[in-house]
């Protein structure tokens, strides 16, 4: 996924390292675990809700040029994956999401990266 992500123009390194780190298979419905690394693959999350395409998160994450200092506050947690990335970049991550079940599953799967 890294690879394409730079063929794609991204070279931010820090945003390819923590994209590299962050096993975005485990942010997405095991149904569709096959497409987690596709570059160009929104995917239902359940709630009506979709994890963003990685391209869109490292050229938003990108943008963003988050230093080591920062804090950052994320609005719409949905699978957590985004802020696992902003994790690996940022001081601290606030995250915020209005839907129970989706936070609670965030949650968990951040939780159990540490």
């Known amino acids: 996924m890294v690879e394409a992500l730079q063929r ?6 820090r945003v390819l390292e923590a994209m ?7 942010f997405v419905p095991e149904a569709y675990r096959h497409a987690a690394y596709s570059e160009d693959v929104s995917i ?13 998160v ?6 963003a040029r988050i230093g080591p200092e920062d804090r950052v506050l ?3 947690t949905g699978s957590g994956y985004q802020a696992a990335v902003l994790a690996r970049l940022a ?3 606030f995250s915020i999401e209005r839907i129970a079940p989706l936070a609670r ?9 540490g």
């Open 58 to 63: 490292a050229t938003m994450t990108e943008a």
């Open 20 to 26: 590299r780190l962050i096993p975005r298979d485990l």
């Open 8 to 13: 794609l123009g991204i070279s931010d390194a």
């Open 91 to 93: 001081r601290f991550v």
């Open 74 to 76: 994320e609005i719409g």
């Open 44 to 56: 239902n999350i359940g709630e009506g809700q979709t994890i963003s395409q990685p391209r869109i």
């Open 105 to 113: 599953g965030a949650k968990a799967r951040l939780d159990a990266l």
